[in-house]
């Protein structure tokens, strides 16, 4: 009984508790969506490459504006052009 007891606390306790089979196969979901999202790239939080991402976000941003694909001006939208 002693061996049987070791190999089973080896294998599947948590906080000193044997887990079910259902609440195992939520752990190994878990593990397959944490293993499906990549990591984040450290280089990402360089100042530098912020900064460039930055600035590339704002001159597309500034083209679609001047295509008139941006957001209106304030109080230039539907619901302000309805009350006039």
Not at 25 to 52: E, F, G, N, T, W
């Amino acid at each position: 009984m002693v061996e049987a007891r070791s190999t089973l606390q080896s294998s599947r306790l948590t906080h000193s508790r044997v887990l079910s089979s259902r609440a195992l196969a939520l752990c190994s979901r878990r593990v397959q969506v944490a293993s499906y999202y990549p990591k984040p790239d450290p280089i990402m939080k360089h100042p530098l490459v912020r900064q460039h991402l930055h600035e590339e976000w704002f001159e597309e941003k500034e083209a679609r504006r001047k295509l008139g694909k941006g957001p209106p001006k304030k109080g230039q939208g539907k619901r302000a052009s309805r009350k006039k």
